[in-house]
């Protein structure tokens, strides 16, 4: 993020006391229950905001030579990225034509030459084309449908990759990314190199998982024993279209503010800058690191969340892996111990009908913004 707008940031922060919160949106919201627990619900969210438009699959950094590729499913959708000989990428349907086995898992760091099913042994290239079943000559004859693999939208732009898991017509990155690619643009993030990713199932609804992060309100409850001595308990938010971008800060930061002249101020070394990517994905900026969040839904009440770590330069030994992994480890531990038992109490809590609305108060800017957003494309979608 470049200088001016750190500064510009943090004169938001002028005055105020580290142990108050000071951020206060314009309204309150009030969200039924149902917006968690409804499988209807749930189905339209898929719908519109996993199936009909373009999501986040990852960075550059995890797909960079020819035949390096990233599996994801996208609003139930298995797709497949694979990096070209010539650089670009191609998004396919993971899934073979001849009778629908997934065709790669996981991800390949590279060096793939043929997409070949484990079943059958239908063979494609890199790009999707079809180019040899066994016993094709009689088996498949009078078999004159083209049997390419399905191929959908693919863009990439400051690092980051978006597909569209349903259609093939092209968009533009920053169009999606509604003004936030900007900021983005500045770390790099196609110089990351990718570290870990682990992945985990929840019994929650997947806005629970945005929920945890969106607001600081809880951070001096929640996490009085672990972040609460050091961050303060705000953040500094603002919306990007659907998107946001919330700051939080270290308490250090206000002792800087009052003793070095404005032009010397600095917000990164004091800050984890998040930036919530609608649908399904947050990106996490902290100064040595990227942490990148992804969802999938399963159903109303399941979600997979895969937790990456992206480090500036690729581990240069054990020791240095060992620091990335701990990084993960901590991560983990804090969100999964603190945050997300909760959100999976709270997911059991509204599915017994006993509250029929939540409250989200001015005091929590950035949560108001999300659910206004989701809620504004699910009710588009019904009219
Ligand atoms: S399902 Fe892929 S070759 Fe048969
Ligand atoms: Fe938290």
Redesign the pocket.
């Known amino acids: 993020m470049r200088h001016e707008r750190q500064i510009e940031l943090l004169d938001r922060l002028v005055g105020v006391d580290p142990n108050l919160p000071w951020t206060y949106g314009p309204t309150s919201m009030r969200n039924p229950a149902s917006a968690y627990t409804d499988p209807a619900r749930f189905a339209r969210e898929k719908q519109v905001l996993f199936r009909d438009r373009p999501q986040l699959v990852g960075l550059s950094g995890e797909c960079t030579t020819p035949g390096a590729y990233l599996t994801a499913n996208l609003g139930g959708v298995p797709i497949v990225v694979v990096r070209q000989t010539d650089g670009s990428l191609r998004a396919m349907v993971n899934v ?6 997934t ?1 790669l898992e996981g991800r390949g760091t590279g060096g793939l030459r043929r997409i070949v ?6 063979t494609y290239n890199t790009d999707g084309q079809l180019v040899h ?1 066994p016993a094709a000559a009689q088996g498949f004859d009078d078999v004159t449908v083209n049997c390419d693999l399905h191929q959908r939208a693919v863009a990439e732009k400051h690092g980051l990759i978006f597909v569209h898991p349903t259609s093939t017509e092209p968009f533009d990155v920053d169009t999606l990314l509604c003004g936030l690619g900007d900021d983005l643009a500045d770390y790099g993030l196609a110089d990351y190199v990718h570290v870990e990713t682990r992945t985990n199932s929840w019994k929650m609804n997947w806005k629970m998982v945005l929920d945890t992060f969106t607001e600081a309100y809880h951070i001096r409850f929640l996490h009085k024993a672990t972040i609460a001595p050091y961050f303060l308990c705000d953040l500094i938010f603002d919306a990007f279209g659907p998107h946001s971008r919330t700051i939080g800060l270290r308490k250090s930061v206000v002792e800087q503010i009052k003793d070095k002249p404005r032009s010397e101020w600095k917000l990164l070394p004091y800050s984890t800058t998040q930036y919530f990517l609608v649908p399904n994905a947050l990106l996490v900026y902290q100064l040595d690191h990227i942490e990148l969040w992804r969802l999938t839904p399963i159903d109303v009440n399941t979600v997979e969340v895969a937790t990456s770590i992206f480090a500036p330069e690729p581990p240069k030994d054990a020791a240095a892996l060992n620091h990335w992994t701990k990084n993960l480890d901590i991560l983990l531990k804090v969100t999964e111990t603190e945050d997300f038992q909760q959100m999976v109490r709270i997911q059991k809590n509204l599915e017994s009908g006993a509250l029929p609305e939540l409250v989200y108060g001015r005091i929590e800017p950035a949560l108001v913004h999300l659910h206004t957003a989701i809620n504004a494309a699910v009710a588009e979608s019904v009219r």
Request: hydrophobic share 30%; net charge positive.
């Open positions: 073979c034509r001849h009778r629908g086995a065709l099913c484990p079943y059958h042994a239908w079943r």
